[in-house]
Protein backbone atom coordinates (compact mmCIF):
# COMPACT_ATOMS: atom_id res chain seq x y z
CA UNK A 1 0.00 0.00 0.00
CA UNK A 2 1.55 3.70 -0.97
CA UNK A 3 1.42 6.04 1.57
CA UNK A 4 1.09 8.48 -1.15
CA UNK A 5 -1.19 8.30 -4.23
CA UNK A 6 -0.68 9.85 -7.03
CA UNK A 7 -3.05 10.26 -9.98
CA UNK A 8 -3.32 9.91 -12.75
CA UNK A 9 -0.31 7.75 -13.48
CA UNK A 10 0.32 8.73 -17.31
CA UNK A 11 -0.92 11.86 -18.57
CA UNK A 12 -0.56 12.50 -22.81
CA UNK A 13 -1.56 16.02 -23.81
CA UNK A 14 -1.20 18.15 -26.14
CA UNK A 15 0.88 21.92 -26.42
CA UNK A 16 -1.40 24.16 -24.84
CA UNK A 17 -3.65 22.60 -23.14
CA UNK A 18 -4.08 22.47 -18.82
CA UNK A 19 -3.92 19.47 -16.44
CA UNK A 20 -3.96 18.66 -12.53
CA UNK A 21 -1.96 15.66 -10.38
CA UNK A 22 -2.90 14.77 -7.50
CA UNK A 23 -1.33 13.24 -4.52
CA UNK A 24 -3.23 11.96 -1.89
CA UNK A 25 -2.98 10.01 1.48
CA UNK A 26 -4.73 9.31 4.48
CA UNK A 27 -1.86 10.63 6.61
CA UNK A 28 -1.04 13.98 7.87
CA UNK A 29 2.36 15.35 6.32
CA UNK A 30 3.86 18.37 7.88
CA UNK A 31 5.36 19.15 4.40
CA UNK A 32 5.11 18.22 0.89
CA UNK A 33 7.37 18.37 -2.13
CA UNK A 34 7.22 17.94 -5.59
CA UNK A 35 9.63 16.91 -7.73
CA UNK A 36 10.36 16.66 -11.70
CA UNK A 37 12.41 14.06 -13.24
CA UNK A 38 13.75 13.89 -16.53
CA UNK A 39 14.68 10.08 -18.13
CA UNK A 40 18.69 9.73 -17.13
CA UNK A 41 18.34 12.11 -13.90
CA UNK A 42 17.99 12.35 -10.52
CA UNK A 43 14.69 14.08 -8.95
CA UNK A 44 14.83 18.11 -9.08
CA UNK A 45 13.21 19.67 -6.12
CA UNK A 46 9.93 22.58 -7.58
CA UNK A 47 8.74 22.95 -3.93
CA UNK A 48 8.02 22.13 -0.66
CA UNK A 49 4.09 23.30 0.83
CA UNK A 50 4.22 23.76 4.62
CA UNK A 51 1.08 25.27 5.83
CA UNK A 52 -2.45 23.70 4.81
CA UNK A 53 -4.11 25.50 2.54
CA UNK A 54 -0.48 27.01 1.19
CA UNK A 55 -0.78 27.70 -2.41
CA UNK A 56 2.79 28.68 -4.44
CA UNK A 57 2.59 29.74 -7.94
CA UNK A 58 5.92 29.07 -10.37
CA UNK A 59 5.51 30.75 -13.18
CA UNK A 60 2.42 28.00 -14.73
CA UNK A 61 2.94 25.88 -12.05
CA UNK A 62 0.72 26.13 -9.40
CA UNK A 63 0.73 23.57 -5.86
CA UNK A 64 -1.53 23.57 -3.32
CA UNK A 65 -1.35 21.65 -0.11
CA UNK A 66 -4.66 20.83 1.04
CA UNK A 67 -6.35 22.16 4.75
CA UNK A 68 -5.81 19.16 6.48
CA UNK A 69 -2.01 18.70 4.84
CA UNK A 70 -2.98 14.82 3.51
CA UNK A 71 -3.31 15.84 0.24
CA UNK A 72 -1.71 18.17 -2.36
CA UNK A 73 -2.00 18.72 -6.00
CA UNK A 74 0.06 20.45 -9.00
CA UNK A 75 -1.65 22.33 -11.89
CA UNK A 76 0.09 23.42 -15.15
CA UNK A 77 -1.03 25.96 -17.35
CA UNK A 78 -0.47 25.95 -20.82
CA UNK A 79 1.78 22.76 -20.54
CA UNK A 80 4.94 22.83 -23.05
CA UNK A 81 6.95 20.20 -24.62
CA UNK A 82 9.45 21.34 -22.29
CA UNK A 83 7.18 19.85 -18.83
CA UNK A 84 7.73 16.39 -20.25
CA UNK A 85 8.86 14.24 -17.26
CA UNK A 86 8.06 11.97 -14.22
CA UNK A 87 6.67 14.69 -11.67
CA UNK A 88 6.47 13.10 -7.81
CA UNK A 89 5.47 14.27 -4.85
CA UNK A 90 6.78 13.33 -1.55
CA UNK A 91 7.04 14.07 2.52
CA UNK A 92 9.07 13.26 5.08
CA UNK A 93 8.50 10.43 7.49
CA UNK A 94 9.68 9.81 10.88
CA UNK A 95 9.94 13.73 12.22
CA UNK A 96 8.22 16.72 13.03
CA UNK A 97 8.94 20.47 10.94
CA UNK A 98 8.46 21.95 7.71
CA UNK A 99 11.75 21.15 5.85
CA UNK A 100 12.51 17.87 4.13
CA UNK A 101 15.02 15.54 5.79
CA UNK A 102 14.90 11.91 7.07
CA UNK A 103 13.16 8.99 4.96
CA UNK A 104 11.08 10.73 2.56
CA UNK A 105 8.52 8.86 1.21
CA UNK A 106 7.56 8.69 -2.71
CA UNK A 107 4.56 8.83 -4.65
CA UNK A 108 4.41 6.34 -7.31
CA UNK A 109 4.33 8.76 -9.65
CA UNK A 110 2.88 10.84 -12.73
CA UNK A 111 4.48 10.18 -16.51
CA UNK A 112 3.21 13.39 -18.41
CA UNK A 113 3.89 13.36 -21.95
CA UNK A 114 3.14 17.17 -23.39
CA UNK A 115 3.15 16.78 -27.78
CA UNK A 116 3.99 19.83 -29.94
CA UNK B 1 29.90 24.11 -6.85
CA UNK B 2 29.96 20.38 -7.89
CA UNK B 3 26.46 19.25 -6.93
CA UNK B 4 26.17 15.29 -5.99
CA UNK B 5 28.30 13.26 -7.81
CA UNK B 6 27.21 9.76 -7.95
CA UNK B 7 29.55 6.99 -10.13
CA UNK B 8 29.78 4.77 -11.88
CA UNK B 9 26.49 5.93 -14.40
CA UNK B 10 25.65 2.55 -15.34
CA UNK B 11 26.87 -0.80 -14.14
CA UNK B 12 26.15 -4.57 -15.42
CA UNK B 13 26.57 -7.43 -12.81
CA UNK B 14 25.34 -10.85 -12.55
CA UNK B 15 23.13 -12.66 -9.76
CA UNK B 16 24.90 -13.51 -7.00
CA UNK B 17 27.50 -10.69 -7.18
CA UNK B 18 28.63 -8.25 -4.88
CA UNK B 19 28.30 -4.73 -5.72
CA UNK B 20 29.58 -0.78 -4.44
CA UNK B 21 28.08 2.54 -5.43
CA UNK B 22 29.51 5.32 -4.62
CA UNK B 23 28.42 9.20 -3.54
CA UNK B 24 29.97 12.74 -2.89
CA UNK B 25 27.28 15.19 -1.14
CA UNK B 26 27.32 18.46 -2.18
CA UNK B 27 29.58 20.73 -0.85
CA UNK B 28 28.95 21.93 2.64
CA UNK B 29 26.35 18.74 3.11
CA UNK B 30 26.73 16.61 5.77
CA UNK B 31 24.11 13.73 5.19
CA UNK B 32 23.74 11.37 2.63
CA UNK B 33 20.46 9.08 1.68
CA UNK B 34 19.79 6.24 -0.89
CA UNK B 35 17.54 5.22 -2.91
CA UNK B 36 16.24 2.40 -4.83
CA UNK B 37 13.87 3.43 -7.96
CA UNK B 38 12.37 0.82 -10.15
CA UNK B 39 11.88 2.18 -13.76
CA UNK B 40 8.48 4.06 -13.67
CA UNK B 41 8.37 4.11 -10.10
CA UNK B 42 8.68 6.62 -7.39
CA UNK B 43 12.20 6.55 -5.24
CA UNK B 44 11.86 3.82 -2.02
CA UNK B 45 14.27 4.81 0.66
CA UNK B 46 16.87 2.33 1.92
CA UNK B 47 18.90 4.10 4.38
CA UNK B 48 20.70 7.39 5.56
CA UNK B 49 24.10 8.10 7.11
CA UNK B 50 24.89 10.99 8.87
CA UNK B 51 28.09 11.20 11.27
CA UNK B 52 29.71 8.19 9.43
CA UNK B 53 26.53 6.32 10.91
CA UNK B 54 23.20 4.62 9.85
CA UNK B 55 20.36 6.95 11.18
CA UNK B 56 17.34 5.59 9.64
CA UNK B 57 16.75 2.57 7.19
CA UNK B 58 13.77 1.34 5.48
CA UNK B 59 12.08 -2.20 4.41
CA UNK B 60 15.28 -3.45 3.01
CA UNK B 61 16.84 -6.70 3.63
CA UNK B 62 20.64 -6.80 5.11
CA UNK B 63 22.31 -7.56 1.93
CA UNK B 64 21.79 -4.27 1.78
CA UNK B 65 24.46 -1.96 4.01
CA UNK B 66 26.71 1.26 3.43
CA UNK B 67 29.39 3.24 4.70
CA UNK B 68 29.91 7.44 5.35
CA UNK B 69 33.46 8.47 5.08
CA UNK B 70 34.96 11.29 7.21
CA UNK B 71 34.57 13.36 3.98
CA UNK B 72 30.64 13.13 4.40
CA UNK B 73 31.35 10.92 0.69
CA UNK B 74 29.26 7.65 1.19
CA UNK B 75 29.22 4.45 -0.29
CA UNK B 76 26.23 1.39 -1.10
CA UNK B 77 26.95 -1.99 -1.08
CA UNK B 78 24.94 -5.04 -2.15
CA UNK B 79 25.47 -8.66 -1.41
CA UNK B 80 24.25 -11.37 -3.36
CA UNK B 81 22.77 -9.83 -6.05
CA UNK B 82 19.37 -11.07 -7.13
CA UNK B 83 17.19 -9.63 -10.78
CA UNK B 84 14.46 -7.56 -8.72
CA UNK B 85 17.65 -5.69 -7.64
CA UNK B 86 18.16 -3.77 -11.08
CA UNK B 87 17.02 -0.55 -10.69
CA UNK B 88 18.06 3.49 -10.27
CA UNK B 89 20.27 4.35 -7.31
CA UNK B 90 19.73 7.34 -6.24
CA UNK B 91 21.57 9.15 -3.82
CA UNK B 92 20.80 12.31 -2.13
CA UNK B 93 22.77 14.53 0.19
CA UNK B 94 21.31 17.55 2.49
CA UNK B 95 22.90 19.74 5.57
CA UNK B 96 21.81 18.51 8.83
CA UNK B 97 17.89 18.53 8.25
CA UNK B 98 17.41 20.59 5.41
CA UNK B 99 16.16 19.90 2.09
CA UNK B 100 17.73 16.92 -0.04
CA UNK B 101 19.62 17.69 -3.37
CA UNK B 102 19.67 14.18 -5.84
CA UNK B 103 22.58 13.20 -8.05
CA UNK B 104 21.68 11.41 -11.16
CA UNK B 105 22.04 8.13 -10.27
CA UNK B 106 23.93 4.74 -10.71
CA UNK B 107 21.54 2.64 -13.01
CA UNK B 108 22.46 -1.08 -11.97
CA UNK B 109 21.44 -4.30 -14.26
CA UNK B 110 21.31 -7.47 -12.99
CA UNK B 111 21.13 -10.35 -15.38
Known amino acids: TQLLEQSPQFLSIQEGENLTVYCNSSSVFSSLQWYRQEPGEGPVLLVT?????EVKKLKRLTFQFGDARKDSSLHITAAQPGDTGLYLCAGPRGGAGGTSYGKLTFGQGTILTVHP | DAGVTQSPTHLIKTRGQQVTLRCSPK?????VSWYQQALGQGPQFIFQYYEEEERQRGNFPDRFSGHQFPNYSSELNVNALLLGDSALYLC??????????FGAGTRLSVL
Open chain 2, 92 to 101: ASSFSRSIQY
Open chain 1, 49 to 53: VVTGG
Open chain 2, 27 to 31: SGHDT
